[in-house]
């Protein structure tokens, strides 16, 4: 009985570092406060006119979900490469409706009896728990790629995926593309995507939505990843034990 205690408190105890060290925490208490706010909000004007936040946040979720697959993948087998292609590849490819959440602020308007300053804070709220679910989701797959390919390499990865959410973020906002899509009608996407590429002056809204989004995607990632960091000899209550 003893052995079958002291194996689950193991367990519980990997699964609980994994986490932590993965920044579950922090994004499932911003979900939660996103639940609690529209909650509050659809029981006080009895609607449900930002149900589609919940949709949003959802999605935000698939591309963080799919990285702790990969480091799971990685952690168990590290030398099957080919095993992380399937998360990863379906993690990047949900990766712009994490920070698509913030153009969700273009829905914001008085709606009485809620006033204007709950809505704002709710939609603030939303856009941050997507904000970070994208840096973490996109530091796992760093952290990862590092390994394999080396610290400038891996920088060189994140300025591309970012730069394609840029893109991303355009493309599901203005027409309207889902992620999905991709799989359904890749040729139309990619037509949507070259024009801009060919014809940068010709396409303005096109190139101005994808650097400012990519630009604000990076300065977020910097500040996320390279706060603060522990004092060097210092251990926490779980690493002196």
Known sequence: MHKVDHRL???????????????????????GLCVGLFATRAYLSRTWIFSFLLWNLFLAWVPYLCS????????RHPRRWWALLPPAVVGLAFFPNAPYIITDFLHLAERLPIPLWFDVGMLASFAWTGIVLAVYALRILQNVARLWIGSVLSWGFVLAILGASGMGIYLGRFLRW???????QPGAILYDILGPLRSPLAH?????VTLLFSALLLVCYLALTAGPRKPEGFLDADERR
């Open 9 to 31: 408190y193991e367990a519980g105890r990997r699964i609980h570092g994994f986490f932590r060290r993965h920044g579950f925490y922090p994004v499932a208490i911003a979900t």
């Open 68 to 75: 702790l697959w990969v480091a799971l993948l990685y952690q």
């Open 178 to 184: 889902n992620s999905w899509d991709l799989a359904s």
């Open 204 to 208: 303005p809204r096109a190139v101005g």
